[in-house]
Structures are given as structure tokens and as C-alpha cells.
């Protein structure tokens, strides 16, 4: 998941951000890198289950392939940890991991994954939706000192409260978006790309040269530009709205 920092307009151009994912989510990142925001990313696993490899093999391909596609986007912070692929667990261990990256890391935005069991491109898998509640719910933890209270006392780490929580947003649902046209959609493309080992053992996918941009146009029409990454933004440190 992306954390971000550093500041610039907009709702989720604060100064710092932690990400999940989502299709053409890499060209917003390198956007935000290139207006100076600092983007960190958490693996919560290392993909061991993704290929037809034995998993120790494929976990370091994978793991060396997202260093590379992190540089292609600008970000620095790359954060893997060793839950199990595949079979990752919503629970107290997820949601304390995620909650000691967003104290260290102090992220003004994070973005995370959707946890809804059906989407509009069928039925998400089960590590996605675990991701996505276990982020959801860590977020709020971050900011509790007394929850996970020994990163505090232990670990010398500060309760952080984080001020937008970011999901994957799709034309109709969607309230804020980013304007990716150009170079930040070329770098998207590019950082999707050097997962090249992983995209050459899933049969039939796309080339991200092809899928990424039928994404960005379809919601760029939405925003009246040409390409652009949507999200759901939520503020978390806004009033009740009654």
C-alpha cells in the first residue's frame, strides 16, 4: 500500500502517502513523486504464491521486480513484510504490522485496497479484501495510543493519526481523481512493466501498454481530461457531516 508526505494542492496531495493498489495506481504515484511528495510503499507479503516457481524463488523475482518498479515512480521506501501470500489473514498480527508502518512512516494520506467481496470486474480475491479491511482498520489504530501500546512503550514509536484514507474509485463513485496525462501515465506503464517475470506467468494478461491506458481514458472521461487515476477520499479528521 502507498503512504504519502510532502505538500501540494489538492485532497490527497498532503506530505506524506501510504499506498495498497489498484490499475493504473503507479501513474498517480509518479505524479505525486514528481511534485516532490514522498511515497512509500508497504508489501504485506512477498508474493510467493503468485507464480508457478517454488515460492522462495519467485518471492525474491518478485520482490527485486517491485525495487524496480518503485524506481521507475520515484519512491524511495519500499517496506516488505512476510505475511503468507495467498492465504494472508485479516487479524490483530495484520492490523498491528500495518499500524507499526504507518507510525514510523507518519503518512498524512494513506491509499489501500477495496475489501468488498464482489467488484464491478467480478469477485475480488481473498488476500485484496483482507489488505483492505486490515489497512482500514489500522489506520484508526495508528492513532490510538492504546492500541498496540507496546510499539509505543517498546518500540519508541508516536501514535500517528493519519487525515485521508484513500480507495480505488471508478467513474460515478469516485470523488476526487488525478490528472495523469503524459509522462506520469508513460511512467505508470513503464513500473507495471518491470514486473515482467510475474505479468509472463499470468496467461492471456494484457501488456500494460494496452490495459493501462484503457483505464486512465475511461476515467480521465469523467474528470474531462485525457487520462486520469480516480479514488473515494475520505477525511478522517472532518466533523460529522449531520
Known amino acids: 500500500m502507498p503512504f504519502l508526505r510532502n505538500p501540494s494542492d489538492g485532497c490527497c496531495a498532503s506530505s506524506r502517502t501510504l499506498t495498497t493498489w489498484s490499475t493504473g495506481a503507479s501513474a498517480a504515484v509518479a505524479r505525486w513523486t514528481a511534485r516532490d511528495i514522498e511515497v512509500g510503499y508497504l508489501l504485506l507479503t512477498r508474493g510467493e504464491a503468485g507464480m508457478p516457481n517454488p515460492p ?5 523475482l518478485r520482490v527485486a521486480e517491485q525495487h524496480a518498479a518503485c524506481e521507475v515512480v520515484g519512491v524511495n521506501h519500499l517496506t516488505v513484510l512476510d505475511h503468507p501470500d495467498g492465504v494472508l489473514v485479516y487479524g490483530l498480527d495484520l492490523r498491528r504490522d500495518i499500524c ?12 489501500g485496497s477495496g475489501y468488498e467481496i464482489e467488484t464491478p470486474f467480478g469477485f475480488d480475491q481473498a488476500d485484496h479484501r483482507a489488505a483492505g479491511l486490515a489497512t482500514l482498520d489500522a489506520v484508526r489504530d495508528a492513532g490510538n495510543r492504546w492500541v498496540f501500546p507496546e510499539q509505543i512503550d517498546d518500540e519508541g514509536l508516536e501514535p500517528h493519526s493519519v487525515r485521508w484514507y484513500l480507495v480505488p474509485g471508478l467513474a460515478g463513485f469516485a470523488s476526487h481523481g488525478v490528472d495523469v496525462t503524459g509522462e506520469p501515465l508513460r511512467r505508470g506503464i513503464t513500473s507495471l512493466e518491470a514486473h515482467a517475470a510475474y505479468l ?6 494484457p501488456a500494460p501498454a ?6 486512465t481514458a475511461m476515467s480521465g472521461k469523467a474528470m474531462g481530461v485525457e487520462h486520469a487515476v480516480l479514488f473515494r477520499a475520505h477525511d478522517l479528521q472532518a466533523p460529522p457531516d449531520f
Open 56 to 60: 522462495a524463488e519467485t518471492a525474491r
Open 100 to 111: 507499526r508502518e504507518i507510525r514510523r512512516f507518519k503518512p498524512d494520506v494513506v491509499l
Open 200 to 205: 509472463a506467468a499470468l496467461p492471456g494478461h
Open 210 to 215: 494496452d490495459l493501462i491506458p484503457k483505464f
